[in-house]
């Protein structure tokens, strides 16, 4: 079944110089499936996501998840984004208690939900610990379990690991396959990073330059369960090879459409 339905969406920012962000986008996300949306910085891969997320509206196209018209936030769709946000005054715990709180969720089963995310992100031991006293992997942790013990039913991630160190990045990367084969949960993932794109996704999309349009979409074959050590196999180096031409030739036709 389909988690989300795209269909000729368009993204006009207006004002004085009015910015187009998305061209006619066409998608589909099926229920479960791990998806990467890749594209040059400034293209519209985030105004693409916050648009699935209802934190911004479209200028024309439907946008549905489950059947239903995406018009605000939910719980049902978390988001991650590059910086985690967490209130440093709060304690790990605190931290990712804080939605289910404010919803009213009875506190056994919220507390039960936290501890099985903190284990799932590998942060038990620092339930009680401070943001500041964190490393900036650890915290991120900490935002995919807030966001996950709310038990969405979609994970919208928005170059999560973008401001993190390579090696970082790759403990995450591994992190992120291992929760995702564990809650079979959909994800959109943003990114500018090619490797990353093939790592961790069923299919990647490549977006144009600005205004972003899916200029192919890539079924990755690499067999799963993956880690890092794809990253250096044959198939892995052949999807990169495709995934490196059709970005090329997106970006070209852009400039000669633009010339
Ligand atoms: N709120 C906004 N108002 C006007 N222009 C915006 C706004 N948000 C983004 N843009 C413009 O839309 C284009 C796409 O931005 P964005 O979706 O953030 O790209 P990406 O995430 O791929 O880097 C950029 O040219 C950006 O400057
Ligand atoms: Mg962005």
Redesign the pocket.
């Known amino acids: 079944m389909a988690s989300i339905q795209i269909s000729n969406l368009n993204?006009i920012?207006?004002?004085p110089k009015p910015?187009?962000?998305?061209d006619h986008v066409d998608l589909v996300v099926e229920e479960g499936e791990f998806l990467a949306l890749l594209?040059?910085?400034?293209?519209?891969?985030?105004?693409?996501?916050?648009i699935l997320a209802g934190f911004?509206t479209s200028t024309e196209g439907v946008v549905l998840f489950e059947r239903q018209t995406i018009d605000k936030a939910g719980p049902d769709r978390g988001v991650v984004f590059q910086e985690a946000a967490l209130f440093p005054w709060l304690t790990v715990f605190d931290n990712i208690t804080f939605g289910p709180r404010v919803q009213g969720i009875k506190r056994a089963v919220y507390e039960q939900a936290a501890r099985e995310m903190l284990d799932l992100v590998g942060l038990s031991d620092f339930a009680q610990s401070y943001p500041s006293q964190l490393s900036g992997g650890m915290r991120q942790r900490v935002g995919i379990a807030r966001v996950l013990v709310m038990k969405p039913r979609a994970l919208l991630m928005?170059?999560p690991f973008g401001a993190l160190d390579a090696q970082t990045r790759l403990t995450m990367q591994e992190l992120l396959l291992d929760v995702w084969q564990r809650l079979k949960i959909t994800v959109v993932f943003?990114t500018?990073d090619i490797d990353e794109a093939i790592l961790l996704a069923d299919r990647v999309c490549v977006?144009s330059a600005?205004?972003?349009r899916i200029a192919q979409q890539i079924a990755i074959q690499l067999p799963r369960p993956r880690s890092i050590d794809d990253l250096t196999s044959p198939g892995f180096i052949r999807h990169k090879a495709e995934i490196m031409q059709v970005m090329r030739a997106a970006h070209s036709q852009k400039h000669i459409a633009a010339a």
């Open positions: 993204k920012y207006p004002g910015v187009r962000a998305l594209g040059p910085s400034g293209c519209g891969k985030s105004t693409l996501l916050n911004e928005d170059e943003v500018h977006m600005r205004p972003a």
